[in-house]
Nanobody, 117 residues
Framework: QVQLVESGGGLAQAGGSLRLSCAAS????????MDWYRQAPGKQRELVAT???????NYADSVKGRFTISRDNAKNTVYLQMSSLKPEDTAIYYC???????????WGQGTQVTVSS
């Protein structure tokens, strides 16, 4: 059974930092594409950052230069280091991995990030 468990969310001030973690079980993150998405109140869920099995990374323009996605293969965990936080980064952040076959993807339960101005 696949589980993605996020942690590390909370309240931060604008300009501050947080590090989110996504602990995976049932899959091996080093051979998967892993993503972070976020969903702000009243908005659609959006892709924030991706890391591929080869280690290539990609970021939404809104977070480029401020967020870094990484993984620890020994811990089977993916991270999202968030710096220079802005109030508009306030959202629920979800860990995600796409699959080629059913059920086509897995999602974590989400972790709330709130940035105060």
């Amino acid at each position: 059974q696949v589980q993605l468990v996020e942690s590390g969310g909370g309240l931060a001030q604008a300009g501050g930092s947080l590090r989110l973690s996504c602990a995976a079980s049932g899959i091996t993150v080093s051979i998967k594409t892993m993503d972070w998405y976020r969903q702000a109140p009243g908005k659609q869920r959006e892709l924030v950052a991706t890391i591929t099995s080869a280690g290539f990374t990609n970021y939404a323009d809104s977070v480029k230069g401020r967020f870094t996605i990484s993984r620890d293969n020994a811990k089977n965990t993916v991270y999202l280091q968030m710096s220079s936080l802005k109030p508009e980064d306030t959202a629920i952040y979800y860990c995600h991995t796409p699959l080629r076959t059913w059920p086509y993807d897995y999602w974590g339960q989400g972790t709330q990030v709130t940035v105060s101005s």
